[in-house]
């Protein structure tokens, strides 16, 4: 059962897609049949621990999924290569890149490979974290006082 409500979603957004485009220009179907399932998925994971890993290596498949769209579309409209093909071959190297970019930048930092001072980070009750408590120079101006000061 843990995994028909995610099957069923995912099911459900990628059917939206392909129905809308019968009654839309193909070109809008994106908008549903291209929702981030990614985004989706991770409301199924078990905690925000899995979920901040989950995106840690969804931001670098993402970024190479852009630019794998983009030559997808390239091939598209500047060569008479199969459609098909072209998407099929695009799975295949955004797959590949994401797998390697994945491992060299997240999971080796993972197993102790990080760069930097290694700052320890703040914590405990009263604390409040915001993105830019992880930018000294931007902490040093907010207007937030970890320490309830």
């Known amino acids: 059962m843990e995994y028909v409500?995610?099957?069923?979603?995912?099911?459900g957004v990628i059917t939206a897609g392909k129905y809308l485009s019968q009654f839309v220009d193909p070109a809008i179907a994106?908008?549903?049949?291209?929702?981030p399932t990614g985004v989706i998925?991770?409301?199924?994971?078990?905690?925000d621990?899995?979920?901040?890993?989950?995106?840690?290596g969804y931001v670098y498949s993402s970024f190479v999924l852009f630019f794998v769209i983009v030559l997808i579309h390239l091939a598209g409209e500047y060569t008479n290569l199969a459609m098909d093909l072209v998407s099929l071959v695009g799975l295949l190297v955004w797959g590949g890149i994401s797998y390697f970019v994945i491992n060299a930048e997240v999971l080796s930092k993972r197993k102790g490979g990080k760069k930097g001072k290694g700052k320890k980070k703040r914590g405990g009750a009263g604390h409040v974290r915001h993105l830019y408590n992880q930018d000294g120079h931007a902490a040093r101006w907010s207007r937030v006082h970890?320490?309830?000061s």
Not at 5 to 11: E, L, N, Q, Y
Not at 41 to 47: C, T
């Open 49 to 56: 621990k899995a979920r901040k890993g989950y995106y840690n």
């Open 5 to 11: 409500k995610p099957f069923v979603v995912g099911g």
């Open 30 to 35: 994106p908008l549903v049949g291209g929702l």
């Open 41 to 47: 998925a991770s409301f199924f994971l078990a905690n």
């Open 146 to 148: 970890p320490n309830n």
